[in-house]
């Protein structure tokens, strides 16, 4: 019960653009969820996609539209990875979006 007290969840709020509906990403320390905002109720959302950061595989973004970073997650390593599962989400800023889950997912494995 002590331990849970005294750990700290980092969370890191970024805003994304989903197809036409506003969303952020949110980082914990273990997850990554995808909040789309509510538009009748300001300040509110709904919880879309909630990933472990263990699940995420792979992070690609496309030369020709780099906006839109695909996300694919999965169990396995190296060859013997399988995609489960994939999200693509149009972000304004990608180079800041991935690096900082990229950063949270090396802290996450670090503590393990």
Not at 57 to 85: H, M, Q, S, W, Y
């Amino acid at each position: 019960m002590m331990e849970m007290m005294k750990m700290t969840v980092k969370l890191m709020i970024i805003m994304i653009m989903v197809i036409y509906h506003c969303s952020h990403i949110v980082l914990t320390s273990s997850n990554m969820i995808i909040l789309r905002e509510l538009s009748d109720r300001e300040g509110w959302g709904k919880v879309k996609h909630r990933y472990a950061l263990d699940y995420i595989l792979k992070i690609t973004a496309k030369k020709k539209n780099p906006e839109i970073i695909t996300f694919r997650f999965g169990t396995g390593i190296g060859e013997e990875a399988v995609i489960t599962d994939q999200l693509r989400l149009r972000i304004p800023n990608t180079t800041k979006v991935t690096t900082a889950v990229k950063e949270q997912i090396m802290n996450y494995q670090d503590k393990k």
